[in-house]
């Protein structure tokens, strides 16, 4: 699999509609500071302010997994049968 670098406009799609489009074939790979992991990911311990991290995202939005690296999460798409999209 490759990554993708899609833009839809999506102004006459719900989110609904949206999520459920890729559901079980696509992820996005977004990046996050470390003070926003308590919020998606809330049994995660706790980790220094500052930091850059990334999450892996189901279509839907549901975190997938966190790491430090955008390549780690990629790679994870990739063996769980994902396309892997990236938000900006």
Do not use: C
């Not at 990554?3 to 696509?26: C, K, Q, R």
């Not at 809330?42 to 939005?61: C, E, R, S, V, Y």
Request: aromatic residues 6%; negative net charge.
């Amino acid at each position: 699999m490759t990554e993708a670098n899609i833009i839809y406009d999506t102004a006459d799609v719900s989110p609904e509609a949206l999520a459920s489009m890729g559901e079980g074939h696509i992820a996005y790979v977004k990046q996050i500071r470390s003070e926003d992991v308590p919020g998606l990911f809330p049994q995660a311990p706790h980790i220094a302010p500052g930091l850059k991290l990334f999450t892996l995202n189901a279509a839907d939005g549901t975190p997938i997994m966190l790491t430090d690296s955008r390549e780690a999460a990629i790679a994870n798409a990739w063996s769980n049968e994902l396309e892997a999209l990236s938000v900006h």
